[in-house]
């Protein structure tokens, strides 16, 4: 099982940001993004279900970061928008074999990427 993230970089704040990440060697149920900050502990950010019928974000980025799926190349994307200072960390993709959008929030996961750095500059 391989997830492969990148999109990660510079912005200023306000602006936007697409983080991807390709998933091979399985399927899953659910797929999902956390980030962790400069002396931080990791923290979840978003997740779905594979068919994307449902989606679960933290409080600090609901209506400003979605998440979502390709289906023809099983390509996972965070979509960041009005991004602020406080967003910057390392955002690593997740997945689950099973569980629900709302549980990976709480037990984590079970295959992860390598983090993309995503740096928001005031």
């Known amino acids: 099982v391989q997830l492969q993230a990148s999109g990660g970089g510079l912005v200023q704040a306000g602006g936007s940001l697409r983080l991807s990440c390709v998933a091979s060697?399985?399927?899953?149920?659910?797929y999902g993004w956390f980030r962790q900050a400069p002396g931080k502990e990791r923290e979840f950010v978003a997740a779905?279900?594979?068919?994307?019928?449902?989606?679960f974000y933290s409080d600090d980025v609901k209506g400003r970061f979605t998440i979502s799926r390709d289906n023809r190349d099983n390509t996972m994307y965070l979509r960041m928008n009005s991004l602020k200072p406080e967003d910057t960390a390392v955002y690593y993709c997740?997945?689950?074999?099973?569980?629900?959008?709302?549980?990976?929030?709480?037990?984590?996961?079970?295959?992860w990427g390598q983090g993309t750095l995503v740096t928001v500059s005031s």
């Open positions: 997740a997945a689950n074999r099973d569980g629900s959008p709302q549980n990976m929030a709480v037990t984590r996961a079970d295959y």
């Open positions: 060697g399985r399927t899953f149920s659910v």
């Open positions: 779905s279900s594979w068919r994307g019928d449902r989606k």
